[in-house]
């Protein structure tokens, strides 16, 4: 066989190799990117289920309506200067979805994993946590919890393209009855 062809088999050989080694990198970058989703988000969760995120909610829940009436509750939130988080314990949960923010916004998360999760309580959150985040930004200006405000903004547009949740195509629902609706519409005697 001539030199030449001895070239072109070497040359064609050199690709396979090359084109093998750069498949078997994308392989292995898309198996770290996916180790690097799941131990973000198992951490977040972990917070999630921390006391303070955690208190932070049930103070929304039952809490949050009554005290944001009281003028010096709105007071301890306008200011420049640190809120104490144990008189605001509404704090930790803007704080902790912020922060998941700040990971969808750096490329830390990938949304689908945010929005599944936690997509319609941010949205339900937002309306719920508004007027908080508007004293707040008295002092502090319009960036005060933006990266929760994207969030949910992110979460509204994941809602409006999945509005009955998302799910896999050709994903059949299983019948669900809600066999207490009428006795939960009843007035109580």
Do not use: C
Not at 135 to 146: E, K, L, N
């Amino acid at each position: 066989m001539p030199v030449e062809q001895w070239n072109i088999v070497i040359s064609i050989a050199t690709l396979v190799v090359l084109l093998t080694a750069a498949v078997a990198t994308l392989v292995q970058l898309r198996h770290i990117r996916a180790s690097n989703d799941l131990s973000t988000f198992s951490e977040a969760f972990e917070l999630w289920y921390s006391s303070p995120v955690q208190g932070g909610l049930a103070f929304i829940q039952r809490e949050l309506a009554t005290k944001i009436k009281d003028p010096e509750f709105r007071r301890e939130l306008d200011t420049a200067g640190p809120v104490d988080h144990s008189r605001h314990p509404e704090l930790n949960v803007l704080d902790f979805f912020d922060n998941i923010a700040i990971y969808l916004v750096m490329g830390n998360m990938r949304e689908d994993m945010i929005m599944q999760a936690a997509g319609q309580l941010a949205r339900s959150l937002w309306s719920t946590l508004s007027p908080t985040i508007a004293i707040m930004r008295r002092q502090r200006g319009p960036q005060m919890y933006a990266p929760f405000e994207y969030l949910v903004w992110r979460a509204q547009l994941w809602h409006e393209r999945y509005p009955n949740g998302y799910v896999p195509k050709g994903f059949e629902r299983l019948p669900n009855l809600d066999t207490w609706l009428s006795a939960d519409k009843t007035p109580p005697a």
